[in-house]
């Protein structure tokens, strides 16, 4: 979790507006109550990068070191860090969930409907498009380029040191907490008077890593050695250097440009020297692209709401982005809707709560409620404020209203019956399969349930599996469906650790999920296990010699039949059978399958129904 450091005078600024709510000397108790962890009240150093961002240390952190915006080095350039005195900041420890709430501006707004000063939907004018971005279809191929985008153009802005640094600090934290270090979004921010916002649509395409030159973030104009290809930024800038990975394998890559080719960025590794956002700024560009339609709308609704807090005055026109398949509109703070049981919620919460009650708390919350018809209601329509990525569930409303009422007034009761718990047999059977893998050498290891059909089938040229289970609202294109398999976790797994020494053996224990339309949700987890051997040597017979020993171990019998499977090589696979049924496969994985995963060494590897391997050695 991130330490975000708040500045005391402008939360309490925000939140007072011109009134005294809230003193200096009720902020942590506020914050306690709200949910927020306060680390500590501290006193930090301001200290400012010639490219206009801000940065704050403790005493103990010292002066910093470069500058996370342009990559600068203050050890080999000192003279373009500068100090700005000092700042009274309330350092906080903050989930990823709530990005919202890691700026002044959001958490001003959550404080101020906690508080009751102003509760409910909060919204936010937005005018009419004036401009256009046209996104190129190359954007959106197979291993796509980052194929989503949204942009908003800011105009009467007026910037300082401090806003300066709040919009930069806030555009890193969305990048971690939304974008995963950029992966799934990254934001840029640029100076609109600097470009050609009359003409042509602005331009989001792909180009060749040698087709054009500009002068990245950082870099002097004057300088001629300062221009450089797409190629060359991510080899000789070192934020290009830091993030080169995110598109290592592409061909080509992402570029925003004005009408006139004037180049903003290259998302998402750098901005262009030319749109360098100052204090002479008046008008602003804004964009997020990412992998997701979904993250890069919120980070941007996030972004422009927190600013639109901070500096009122401060004006959002929407933007046209001309899709292949259609035009969509950015930003869009539409609300979501929800239905909520009263019922439901007094329950889960453990008070008597009626419909106007729970609306009152929820508004608090910041949501917009529809009145309810009268105290017998028994249910409410709630408005989930767009910049609110954590509201995904009827749940998440039931928890916003258990803060606002307050964890500290509900009455700790013991539960009604007391039960003995006891494991269940496949854990005790799992615990077994764990100890027997290890006892032959292997190493443990636990990937992700969630994964997608690229990782899951494509990458490995396997038939889709018409039982793996579809996530209706994935929060990315990489988790998009439950595994039905553990080998595509454990194969990648060996492929991250291919500079490490071979042999290499590496088990996993855990569930897959199946669509079964017999099962009370639809779906059923089956418990599974899997291993891989990578090695000079390794072969068909050292896996079969693996799967001979994990079955004696587990008292069972493994009948073994040669079989042609996708992935493998012909005559080096054979399904697993015990019971009379088909639980599970080994064999050699196909030079394809090693070239995907870039090993170069040969994998064995086994998988199987540890369930009904148990099940087979019971009924034996």
Request: glycine share 6%; net charge negative; charged share 25%.
């Amino acid at each position: 979790m991130p330490i975000i450091n708040m500045p005391l005078d402008l939360l309490l600024r925000l939140v007072n507006a011109g009134r005294k709510v809230i003193d200096e000397s009720q902020v942590a108790k506020t914050l306690d109550h709200m949910g927020v962890e306060l680390e500590e009240l501290a006193t930090t150093r301001a200290f400012a990068c010639t490219c206009e961002n801000v940065i704050d240390r403790t005493e103990a952190q010292g002066e910093p070191l470069n500058c996370p915006k342009c990559g600068c080095d203050f050890r080999e350039r000192p003279d373009r860090l500068r100090p700005l005195g000092q700042n009274h900041v309330a350092r906080l420890n903050l989930l990823a969930v709530r990005p919202d709430i890691f700026d002044p501006g959001g958490m001003a707004r959550y404080m101020r409907g906690f508080l009751g000063v102003r509760t409910g939907l909060v919204e936010y004018p937005v005018a009419p498009p004036k401009l256009a971005v046209q996104v190129d279809p190359c954007l959106g191929r197979d291993e796509s380029y980052r194929p989503n985008i949204a942009c908003a153009v800011l105009r009467n802005v007026h910037l300082d040191n401090e806003r300066i640094k709040l919009l930069m600090n806030l555009q890193e934290d969305l990048h971690w907490a939304l974008g995963r270090d950029r992966k799934l979004a990254s934001i840029g921010v640029y100076d609109l008077e600097r470009l050609n916002g009359r003409g042509p649509a602005f331009r989001y395409r792909a180009v060749e890593p040698e087709e054009l030159r500009f002068v990245p973030l950082g870099f002097s104009p004057a300088d001629p050695a300062a221009s450089l290809t797409p190629r060359d930024i991510l080899t000789r800038h070192k934020t290009g250097v830091a993030y080169a990975h995110l598109l290592a394998k592409f061909s080509a890559y992402p570029l925003l440009t004005d009408g006139d080719g004037t180049v903003l960025s290259m998302p998402p590794i750098i901005n262009s020297e030319a749109t360098r956002v100052t204090m002479k700024t008046r008008q602003c560009f804004v964009d997020v692209t990412g992998l997701a339609q979904r993250t890069v709308d919120r980070a941007l609704n996030i972004l422009l709401s927190g600013l639109k807090e901070v500096m009122p005055e401060l004006e959002i026109e929407a933007v046209n982005i001309d899709y292949p398949s259609g035009r969509l509109v950015t930003p869009d703070f539409t609300p979501a809707r929800m239905s909520l049981d009263v019922q439901t919620a007094a329950d889960t919460i453990g008070v008597a709560l009626d419909a106007p009650a729970l609306a009152a708390l929820l508004e608090r919350m910041g949501h917009g409620v529809e009145p309810p018809a009268g105290p017998r209601a028994t249910s409410l329509s709630v408005r989930v404020p767009a910049w609110r990525n954590d509201v995904m569930h009827p749940v998440d409303l039931i928890e916003d209203a258990a803060i606002a009422f307050g964890y500290d007034k509900l009455t700790p009761r013991l539960v009604p019956t007391f039960t003995v718990g006891a494991p269940r047999a496949i854990e005790e059977h799992s615990t077994v399969a764990r100890r027997i893998f290890t006892g032959l050498g292997f190493h443990q290891v636990m990937t992700l349930p969630l994964t997608s059909e690229l990782a899951a089938f494509d990458k490995w040229g396997v038939p889709h599996d018409p039982r793996a289970v579809q996530i209706e609202n994935p929060i990315s294109s990489e988790q998009t469906i439950c595994r039905v398999s553990l080998l595509p976790g454990v194969i990648e797994t060996l492929a991250i650790n291919k500079q490490y020494d071979l042999p290499q053996y590496l088990f996993e224990v855990g569930d897959c999920c199946f669509a079964d339309p017999a099962a009370e949700t639809g779906a059923r987890e089956e418990r599974y296990a899997a291993a891989a051997m990578i090695g000079t040597h390794v072969g068909f017979a050292d896996i079969r010699a693996v799967a001979d020993a994990f079955a004696r171990e587990m008292n069972a019998t493994l009948e073994f039949r040669p079989v042609s499977l996708p992935g493998f090589i012909p005559g080096r696979a054979a399904s697993l059978h015990a019971g009379g049924e088909q639980i599970g496969s080994l064999g050699e994985l196909h030079p394809e399958c090693l070239e995907a995963a870039g090993l170069r060494h040969a994998v064995a590897v086994l998988e199987l129904s540890l369930e009904r391997l148990v099940a087979a050695a019971v009924a034996d």
